[in-house]
């Protein structure tokens, strides 16, 4: 069975940091580039960035440049997204996704359950 598993998610105050992170089993997320994406109360769903199969990274997010960054560690089957001074805006769900190939095409084949975030003095 195919699966992402997200976690690392919880509850920080303004200006801390998180790292998500986001598990692959039944298969190798090493071909596929993984996607991070976020959805926040009363908003829709927003692509963050891309990681590729080699580590590349396209931001999506101007609102989280310079702040947030992703990783991969290919021996885990895991990759990661590394989010700095968090805001309250960035409070959201977030979710990683699978992408169909090697770069980031945007066609997501599989999803996680996604994780909580939320930013709150």
């Known amino acids: 069975q195919f699966q992402l598993v997200e976690s690392g998610g919880g509850l920080v105050q303004p200006g801390e940091s998180l790292r998500l992170s986001c598990a692959a089993s039944g298969f190798r ?65 977030y979710y990683c996704a699978a992408d169909e190939h090697m770069e980031c095409s945007g066609l997501m084949f599989l999803w996680g359950q996604g994780t909580q975030v939320t930013v709150s003095s």
Request: proline letters at 5%; glycine letters at 12%; aromatic letters at 10%.
């Open 29 to 93: 997320l090493d071909p596929h580039a993984i996607g991070w994406f976020r959805q926040g109360p009363g908003k829709e769903r927003e692509g963050i960035l891309c990681i590729d199969s080699s580590g590349g990274i396209q931001n999506y997010a101007e609102s989280v440049q310079g702040r947030f960054t992703g990783f991969r560690d290919n021996a885990k089957n895991t990759v990661y997204l590394q989010m700095n001074s968090l805001k309250p805006e960035d409070t959201a769900v």
